[in-house]
């Protein structure tokens, strides 16, 4: 029974890799309200674990190990969280590996605020809202913070925003800035150029925290260890009524019957959860060109064959990945070679000459594209400089000296004969 | 002295609760068109609770375009008549389609022999309702007994809901659990002062609610629930109508239709049904007294009983009756109050024309609406002046939606004057706006500035020199966009008033931020070293025949002096001694050219060895002999 039981708890293992997920909420009524998002989570796999973010038994870490793979925060309003769980304790999940998906709105509180700034991202002050006034949709409760985002202010990178050829997109809450310092965010979706960020019921006396394209309402970040995290600032996005809603532009009157929100919210998750854009190294091999087997140090000028097998998470399974862009370099300190290699069906290759400079190099496919895990493989090998028979041995200039040298060997063994077995003519004859 | 009291309640709960409690919105047809797509994404049935719910939902909403026939013949093959669950969802949905028989075995035995004690209460619910749906006899006695024991062993508000359902379709006593409705109720939890939902969420609320109106209606008494209690349910499973879970829409939509057409309370549901904006041109503010389900409620007077700005808090009218458009329809011009523009309040109420208890949330109904006024730009000037002012600036006149003609030139020491006014054009005063943002686009890179402005004066003074950072330093021409918008204003615009070209110092522009990290980055070939160049092909030749000269002229030496080696002892020694000898000369000539170093002392290791004894024998056999010669 007890062995039974470690079966299953094995088995339930196996099928929920990557698939645990946390779900933070400020109250039970986010379930209901966005049922359609959480749904499809559930249909893709995914062992989701509601909480409320005040839980006192919240907690990602046990024993050591996490318990979960991915977390939800749909708290935005969280002044505290409940349990172990504080804004390090989500930094060091991210650190450890974990995904997070944060939903904002314009009840922000402050862990939700420090966490996006250890990530490199700022969200506006609580009671601020992303406002349009010429981009507002017809639904809107008077203050234009009902905005709808262009499709085409979509980041390019099909891997996270999937088509961007999807209706507008319906967005109420926070605006958020990218930190220019920290290249790993990336701006997923930004708003329009007359929108803003501020406190609607308040004159504008300050600079805004966001205006125009700056106003960020998705933004994504891969972190180096591969960790993903999105920030929404609008938690209405993920739920029922804007994917459900039309979107119909209060000033233009272009209507839409459906909003865009499900169709990015599905990829946004896909990525987030790493359903999609992950790619992993199968087997390397290299030798010198017409041998089988890699040799203990290669020469240099050897004309050597590199592969590299690369595979791509799809629907759940690996497949052979499909980029043309992969690039070996061959390193010692600084590249010496970059090549883009040739793919066929997922196997990567190419032959290429080694330097004329021995030292101890590496092979390094260093893959980092938008969307797609960091990929990076090095194979250590040594490059000796020729071998003193490797030289060229008959250079035309150097024949005096070859001639020289074999003249004088000839000279020696005639020499030898001749001074050993010389035999004097008998004088007596003469005399 | 009960009578008395609950009077006294009811106007206590009005006058401190009532406020803004009344139903905002109600299940409108578009509400109810979502609804039915719900019910209807799940076809082809697969499976009977899918059935039951979403036929029952349809039932509910009028949907007539179910194809009865066909439900009937899937209920047929999809029911387990061994199972309660599965007999319950079976006969619920044929009776929902009708005239449907299905084959029930011996459905009467399983279904009396699941009502026992000790059973969950939904186990019960599901026999009972079995039973009572297929037509078969039902043990009054055994059921009740059954549900007191198990209601007693389980609290909780879904195990009520259940109870509530059974009691109601009960002959014989159920006061006792009717008397439990006030009990359950008041384990709901107040949300924001506005909802009242049970720890289950949607459904378990709405079955509570729904059983405890089907349980009044059957002991036809009110069921012991507060109005405003009534009215905060009312808004939760309204605040809920994006439901899209069936068990739960069905559900919803039983419990709000049971809120309209019970005995008891009818909440009333007070909604905006014009836009938020209240203009000149549409001046009138629409609202819609209704039930949950849209349905009209007969000869209301409606009365804006205030309206108040809300910033200002200033009260712009009160006691004004709205006009009746139609049976829900109610109409009131607000612009004749004159209201200047900025949200409002207002706070209405409605009254039948004779007293009826049934309707709740009468008074107190909020509806926000917004006065918007257009606006219009003028005495809009542009200039460029020096930073130190010494010289007036030169200025340009723009009109709306016009463009400068000119492009304007402006350096750093220099700096960019807008001026304007903003009026409302319904009274001709001046007026800010929230957003005045002046946005200056480098036509190279798209990259755009925005400058907010001195909100008081309506003027931007845009020191060139000081935000030259913001530019990244890049001189050339931009575009000047002005953005006027706000939430009053009913034309926001965002107008192109020309074109500015910019000049910053040389040598300020930022370095690159380096590559993109995410490009592929540029190929390296590894450029080899260039072989050194040789001299002519003519010296090395020369050289080589002088190099051999001491041999050749050795040769002819010797073949003048007659040279000759017939002292040659043919002997094994001095062959080999000779053989060895020019076979050192090879292995040296091999070690050049193939053999390391390793392998050559090998070799010469061999060949040192007979070289040595055929060299001393020979060497040792000349010299005996020459001695030899001697003596002789």
Known sequence: MLRLSFLVVLYVCAVFANKRTLVLVDNWSVRETHSVFFRTLRDRGFELTFKTADDSSLALVKYGEFLYDNLILFSPSVEEFGGSLDVAAITNFIDGGGNVLVAASSDIGDPVRELATECGVEFDYEKTAVIDHLNYDIKDQGKHTMIIADSKNLLDAPLIVGSKNINPLLYRGVGMVADPENPLVLSVLHASSTAYSFSPDKAIDDYPHAVGKNTLLVAALQARNNARVIFLGSLDFFSDEFFTASVQSGMSNKQFPKSGNEDLALSLTQWVFKEKGVLRVGAVKHNKQGEKEPPQAYTVFDMVDYSIEIEELKDGKWKPFSG???????????????????????????????????????????????????????????????????YERFIYSAYPYYTSAFSMMVGVCVFSLVFLHFKEEPKEKKE | MYISVTPILYLFAVAVVGQALTPSTFLTTIDQDRLKKVFKSSTPYTDLPTVHYSILGLKLLGDTSINNQEICSTITKLVDNKSVASLYHASAAAKGVGNCKFPVGDAQKVLSDAIKDSVPVADIFYAFSALKNLGLQVDNAKVTSALTEALKKDDSPQSAGYGFFVASQLTGDTKKIFDSIEDVVAQADEVDDKYLQFEGGLYTTALVVDGAYKLAAKEKKAPTMSDDKVVKFANYFLSRKHVHQLRAAYQLVSVIKTLTDNQFHIPV????????????????????????????????????????????????????????????????????????????????????????????????????VKVTTQVSIENVEIGVADKDQTTAARTTKVQYPGKASTVFEADYHQKIIVKFQLKDKADGTKMSAHQTFLKLTNQKTNQEIIFVADAASNKFDLDIGSSAGQFGHLSGKYSMELIIGDAVIENPFSWALGEVSLNFPEGQTPKDKGLDRYAKKPEIKHLFREPEKRPAAVVSTVFTFLVLSPVLILVLLWMKIGVNVSN???????????????????????????????????YLGLLALPTFIFGNRLLSGIASKRKGEKKV
């Open chain 1, 324 to 390: 043309q862009d992969v690039q070996l370099e061959f390193v010692r300190i600084d590249p010496f070679v970059r090549t883009t290699l040739k793919n066929s069906n997922g196997k990567f290759h190419i032959t290429f000459k080694l330097p004329d400079v021995y030292g101890v190099y590496k092979f390094q496919v260093d893959y980092n594209r938008v969307g797609y895990t960091h990929l990076y493989s090095t194979t250590q090998v040594s490059v000796r400089p020729l071998q003193h028979t490797q």
């Open chain 2, 269 to 368: 549901a007070i909604t905006l049904a014009s836009p938020v904006a209240v203009t000149s041109s549409s001046p009138n503010v629409k609202v819609q007294v209704t039930n949950l389900l849209g349905g009209s409620i007969d000869s209301l007077t409606v009365t804006a009983d205030s309206a108040k700005h809300i910033s200002s808090e200033a009260i712009v009218l009160s006691k004004k009756p709205f006009t009746a458009k139609d049976s829900s329809t109610y109409e009131l011009n607000f612009m004749q109050a004159k209201p200047v523009r900025g949200f409002y309040k207002i706070i209405i109420s409605a009254k039948p024309s004779k007293e009826d208890k049934k309707l709740l949330g009468l008074t107190g109904a909020e509806v926000e």
């Open chain 2, 568 to 602: 040659f002892p043919m002997s094994l020694s001095g062959v080999g001694f000779h053989l060895c000898l020019a076979a050192i000369f090879g292995l040296y000539y091999l070690y050049w050219v193939e053999l390391n170093m390793f392998q050559t002392v090998r």
